[in-house]
């Protein structure tokens, strides 16, 4: 938000304090200013925190002039030439301004016009140049005439962009006065957060000035001449939803003139950042820009005509179903049943807290104004902002909150500038309906809360000095105050809530860089670990340890992206999806229910840069719940791994693709690393993974997760490369049931082990994990290690047939085994084989 220093100077005094300085202290206090643009003022040197910009107008050289007399100029006439005084003798000065033409031939002016003055060598931006480029006034002939000097325009100021006319200043301005201190300016461009949104207003940003500086803020301006006949009668007010719009307030002016706002306003306007456009229209804007206040001006003839010739009644309500309005932009807009309107018997007049529409805009033939302001809910004017997606300066102020109280305050102000402007009437009350009061916060604090939450000793006393600064109530008892919070402020909770408010209130007003830094003082609670927690960062430190990189992916996607992760033909779940009412775009309108979707899109925007691939991600995803409107969150891990299996080095890589043995030795790992070692495997089947080369990973009779390579139809609907991709999916909320928090750990035997080889001849159907674990089970305790190392298919053992060779490690913990222990126990394997698989030793 912009607040020119020179509005800021009407409600609080200034004096003393440097505009650097003004900007720190805010900056301290929560109200960054990101900016100082300087328009005039001389600007600082040196090294500053602050961004600054702008221009400053030279001293000597650009001053208030006096134009006297207008010429005609005799080879152009789209150039005149100026009779002008600046202070110190008069110059011929030649200027194409179009405002000027007017005043042409008259001969002397009874009113000299006051004008900006630039002389030779002074440094301005070129009216003529796109945005802000400064150049320097140098004497040349033009036309015959000899110039040196200009009369300036607002953009050759650095006002604002507006360069069709020179600049005409007050009646006040004396000629050879320094421009500079005549309206020399700064604006501080300040970065409003929404805890701070009451001060996204000229007079809200005095209030911070006033209660950090301990100066005296000049009262709010809203009393208002009205001189007309009372409102009463002249309009009825109607609230179908107080939830949505818990106040609304309505005035009138008649016998208006529309006509361009005093130029002071305009300039005003500009250095805020708003265009002029009219009067009546530039008083509403001004209003709110002063007060926080939005309001909306409609013509009142339009409304009565409307009505049939009668009182109209606005109304307040929520859009009808394929119902359409044109905005004063001239954009028609569908609406959204959730956006609330407002409305006449005849139909709708705007988009609450957004937009006007067009049909009953301030015109030219206007001549009697009703005006508007009210309280609107902040999430549902944020709800139709996402919609519509389209912003206002409105918009801005009700998506972060106003408070109710502000309707009336603003409607006032506004009045009274119109009266003021337009030489209009005002009649007298305003029509108010306020259905849902807004109670202020009461709460209670003491100097032992300034001590634990801040670390800073401070008496009732000074705590209630500091609150009343910033218009707080404040009521003593003892050590004990009881605060209640203005009536503009909607930021102040109750109970705790409220109470670390006021902290955060008085922090601010006493200073931060005041606060010095303390050990916490209250007793630290006894920790208590999170087991949970505690594996998903075991996890990623194995996962990381193994060479793979963690990714983070949206929670929020569409059905139509989720489905590319099963081959065509193949159907997802039934289960319905969690939608959002009110979706940040397009491609992000339910949350997913398939991780692994996610995690493919993540490794098919990096197929195309890097050529191997090595990821996992641990989160939620979200199924419908029937016990209540909050999903279920269904915690998984997905691992996906494509392309060569070394990176690329000086010395050469290992470049044989990722195949499904990489995926199941990295679950394995994993798995392992966790204290998981009563692991099997299984043939799987999953939709996303191709069909044989898929495989279920299980603990007892639980199945942990399912890997192996994607399913080719998949493959081809997403850009992955090449290279197959192979993926692992882990249900993590299973797995956390069995991760032991601790699990014991042996040492190294002293004593050496047994190694031998033993290949079976089996049936090409039957599992190597099924033969592994019968090894196992009949091995027990002695066989420590266990390994693959060979698959043989041929001739010499038979069709259907594989040969599997294993490498078994035989160790006892407390003494060397013997030659016939180990015989007894290969010979107990070999015979458990034979019995179940019907297994042949292999020679």
């Not at 304090?17 to 206090?29: D, Q, R, V």
């Not at 049936?763 to 190392?789: D, H, W």
Request: include cysteine.
């Amino acid at each position: 938000m912009k607040v020119p220093i020179s509005w800021l100077k009407d409600f609080v005094n200034l004096d003393g304090i440097s505009i650097e300085e003004l900007a720190h202290a805010l900056t301290m206090a929560g109200l960054e200013v990101e900016e100082i643009e300087y328009v005039g003022l001389p600007m600082p040197t040196g090294r500053q925190i602050t961004k600054l910009s702008g221009i400053a107008w030279d001293r000597e050289k650009i001053v208030v002039g006096e134009i006297r007399e207008v010429l005609p100029h005799s080879n152009a006439d789209r150039l005149v030439l100026c009779r002008l005084f600046d202070g110190q003798k008069e110059h011929t000065v030649l200027t194409g301004a179009p405002n000027l033409f007017e005043f042409k031939g008259r001969g002397e002016l009874k009113k000299p016009l006051k004008v900006a003055y630039a002389k030779e060598g002074a440094e301005i931006y070129d009216g003529h140049q796109p945005g802000f480029q400064k150049t320097t006034l140098k004497r040349a002939k033009i036309r015959g005439v000899e110039s040196y000097s200009m009369v300036c325009s607002e953009k050759e100021l650095g006002i604002s962009e507006e360069h069709e006319g020179i600049l005409f200043l007050g009646a006040d301005a004396k000629a050879g006065m320094l421009l500079a201190d005549y309206m020399g300016d700064a604006v501080f461009n300040i970065a409003i957060t929404p805890n701070i949104a009451r001060d996204a207003n000229i007079y809200g940003v005095a209030r911070e000035v006033a209660a950090l500086t301990g100066r005296k803020l000049k009262a709010m301006p809203v009393k208002v001449k009205a001189n007309g006949p009372t409102i009463k009668g002249k309009v009825k007010i109607e609230i179908q939803e107080p939830e949505l719009n818990p106040r609304f307030v309505l005035g009138l002016i008649k016998d208006i003139e529309i006509k361009p706002s005093p130029d002071w306003v305009q300039r005003r306007l500009r250095l805020a950042g708003m265009r002029p456009i009219n009067n009546i229209v530039d008083a509403t804007n001004y209003a709110m820009l002063e007060l926080g206040e939005p309001l909306h001006a409609f013509d009142y003839d339009v409304l009565v005509e409307r009505a049939g010739g009668k009182a109209p009644t606005i109304i307040t309500r929520l859009t009808k179903k394929g119902e359409k309005l044109t905005t004063l932009d001239g954009i028609e807009r569908k609406l959204d049943e959730f956006t609330v309107l407002v409305c006449d018997t005849a139909g709708s007049l705007s988009i609450a807290g957004v937009m006007g529409g067009a049909e009953t805009e301030v015109t030219e033939k206007t001549r009697n104004v009703l005006l508007e302001g009210a309280a609107w809910n902040f999430i549902n004017i944020r709800k139709t902002l996402s919609a519509q997606r389209f912003s206002s300066e409105a918009a801005y102020r009700f998506s972060r909150g106003v408070h109710p109280a502000m309707a009336p305050r603003g409607i006032r102000r506004s009045l009274d500038l119109m009266r003021q402007w337009s030489g209009g009437v005002v009649n007298q009350g305003l029509v108010d309906k306020y259905p849902r009061p807004e109670k202020p916060s009461v709460v209670e604090i003491g100097p032992e809360d300034a001590r634990r939450w801040l670390g800073v000793e401070l008496s009732a006393r000074e705590m209630a000095a500091i609150l009343r600064r910033s218009e707080f109530q404040v009521q003593t008892k003892g050590k004990k105050l009881m605060v209640t919070s203005p009536d503009y402020r909607l930021d102040i909770g109750e109970g705790v809530v409220g109470k670390a408010d006021l902290m955060e209130e008085i922090a601010r007003i006493y200073g931060y860089e005041k606060i010095a830094a303390t050990r916490l003082r209250d007793e630290i609670p006894p920790q208590q670990s999170n087991h949970t927690l505690e594996i998903e960062e075991r996890i990623r430190d194995l996962l990381a340890r193994m060479g793979l990189q963690e990714i983070i992916t949206y929670r929020l996607t569409t059905g139509e992206q989720e489905a590319q992760r099963l081959p065509v033909g193949i159907a997802p779940d039934d289960k319905p999806y969690v939608r959002l009412l009110n979706p940040i775009s397009q491609d992000r309108v339910v949350l997913r229910k398939s991780l692994l979707a996610s995690v493919l899109e993540i490794v098919e925007r990096n197929a195309s840069l890097r050529e191997r691939i090595a990821v996992f991600e641990l989160g939620p995803i979200f199924h419908a719940s029937e016990a209540g409107p909050l999903p279920d969150e269904l915690q998984r891990l997905v691992l996906a791994i494509s392309g060569p299996r070394g990176m690329s080095n000086w010395d050469g890589a290992e470049t044989t693709p990722f195949d499904f043995y990489d995926i199941k030795g990295m679950v394995t790992n994993l798995l392992n690393g966790l204290g998981l070692w009563d692991l099997h495997y299984e043939v799987g089947e999953h939709p996303s993974f191709h069909p044989g080369k898929c495989s279920k990973v299980m603990h007892g009779e639980q199945q942990l997760g399912v890997f192996g390579e994607l399913h080719p139809q998949v493959q081809t609907q997403y850009d992955l490369g090449s290279h197959p991709v192979e993926a692992a999916s882990v249900n993590l909320d299973l797995l956390y049931e069995f991760v032991p928090e601790r699990f014991d750990s042996e040492p190294v035997p002293a004593y050496p082990p047994v190694l031998e080889d033993l290949a079976v001849v089996v049936n090409e159907g039957t599992p190597a994990g099924q033969v592994e674990m019968l090894i196992r089970q009949t091995g027990g305790k002695l066989l420590t290690g266990l390994s693959l190392f060979d698959v043989y298919r041929g001739e010499q053992i038979g069709v259907g047939k594989k040969s599997l060779a294993y490498q078994l490690t035989y160790q006892h913990p407390e003494r060397t085994l013997t030659d016939e222990e180990v015989a007894k126990l290969r010979e107990r394997i070999v015979k458990r084989l034979e019995q179940e698989l019907g297994a042949q030793l292999r020679s």
